[in-house]
């Protein structure tokens, strides 16, 4: 059964900074594209950034130069490091996982707020 689990998420300043995690569990790991999304309520989710089985990456216009994603195969880990956090960025975040047959399996999301 695959299980993702995200975590890092918190209360942070604008300008600051946090990581989030992803733990992986029950699939292969390294051979599968990972995405981190997030949501506000009463909007839908948004894709934020994109990381390929081989690295390669991709992220929306509104965080480039401030997120990276990055992916420990070995720990089945995907990450989010965002810099430079605005209040915009407040949501929940989660992290996907896109398997065999375009499954996707998604975590339960980290509260991510930003605020003075």
């Known amino acids: 059964q695959v299980q993702l689990v995200e975590s890092g998420g918190g209360l942070v300043q604008p300008g600051g900074s946090l990581r989030l995690s992803c733990a992986a569990s029950?699939?292969?790991?390294?051979?599968?594209?990972m995405y981190w999304y997030r949501q506000v309520p009463g909007n839908q989710r948004e894709l934020v950034a994109v990381?390929?089985?081989?690295?390669?990456?991709n992220y929306a216009d509104s965080v480039k130069g401030r997120f990276t994603i990055s992916r420990d195969n070995a720990k089945s880990m995907v990450y989010l490091q965002m810099n430079s956090l605005k209040l915009e960025d407040t949501a929940v975040y989660y992290c996907k996982l896109r398997g065999a047959f375009s499954n996707d399996y998604w975590g339960q999301g980290t509260q991510v707020t930003v605020s003075s």
């Open positions: 029950g699939i292969i790991f390294s051979i599968y594209p």
């Open positions: 990381i390929s089985s081989g690295g390669s990456t």
